[in-house]
């Protein structure tokens, strides 16, 4: 695990952005309820209607539009959209009755169940791209339940089915999922840190090549993550504020508070107490306000917390990360 700096003798860890192969944004009832849709890049969900495909969401002055083949369809705050590398859902039955069962048990946290399911689909997954997309979901699985050398291997089995299919959008997302795992792991002596980077810039470029505007804030926010991991402080900054600003602009709440939240982790690693506290604040209520629950909301309470039991200003500190002997 990759948790190296303190500041006011407190234990931060940078806000991961939420996973490639599945971030979520709250969206509202433009989505008809219970309808089904055929869209692009996205499972749209309105109170029990979902539809799924290949492509992805862009921003519009009303919302997040979902664009393909057929009508752009503009999701506002009440529907689910999930991402999705690739059509899962559109695969044989099947295959979508394996995979819905396993994301019903991966939300549950039942992470083996999760995987069992996830390879049942890939039995009868009928494409590249989209064994690939079940690649992604077992390494999810792997990852959350800290297992990262499977996850690795995962999401580089991903990688390379995407790259067989010559899905430029799914090997943004395995390159993505990989820079995160070597990021988290942050051996100094395997240089897991320049692989990181390395993935994110890769994951970057495809996603604007391919004008993705999610990608890229996603891929700028991890490249954060591993400056901040270095202590470069100011790229990780200035990564965090160009992904906030990519967030803002195609108004997506969640995105928004893990940047403000890795924002107010910096200040606080430089001793600028009221300053995280601002930006803590801030992150906290855009978390609240979308109802997002798991590991970073509760990693913005517990700094408040214990900004708030440190008082004012104090000079940063750092622990620095040890090599293998």
Known sequence: MHVAWSTLAIPFRWLWNRIRGRPTVQADRSVAAGRDQTVRGAVVTAEGGAAASEGSAVATSGGVAVT???PTIVVQPGATLNYYADGVLQGPQAVRDHFE????????????????????????????????????????????????????????????????????????????????????????????????????????EIDRRIDNPLGQAQDLGNLGNVYAERGDLDRAEEHYKQALEIFRH?????????????????????????????????????????????????????????????????KPRRRARKRKE
């Open 68 to 70: 393909g083949p057929g």
């Open 250 to 314: 195609i108004d997506i709440p969640l995105g928004q508070a893990n940047q403000l939240g890795n924002l107010g982790l910096l200040a606080a690693q430089r001793g600028h107490t009221e300053d995280a506290r601002r930006l803590l604040t801030e992150a906290l209520a855009l978390y609240e306000r979308v109802g997002a629950g798991g590991e970073n909301p509760e990693k913005v309470r517990a700094a408040l917390r214990r900004l708030g039991e440190a008082g004012g200003e104090e």
């Open 101 to 204: 069962e396993g994301q019903r048990l991966q939300d549950a946290h039942e992470h083996e169940k999760a995987i069992v399911e996830f390879q049942a689909a890939l039995a009868t997954a009928d494409t590249d791209s989209r064994r690939g997309a079940l690649h992604l979901h077992i390494g999810i699985s792997h990852y959350l339940s800290g297992r990262l050398v499977q996850a690795e291997g995962s999401y580089s089995e991903a990688l390379r089915l995407f790259e067989a299919a010559a899905d430029e959008q799914g090997r943004a997302a395995a390159l993505g999922d990989l820079g995160i795992v070597y990021t988290e792991r942050g051996d100094l002596d395997r240089g897991d840190l320049e692989r990181a980077e390395e993935c994110h810039k890769q994951a970057l």
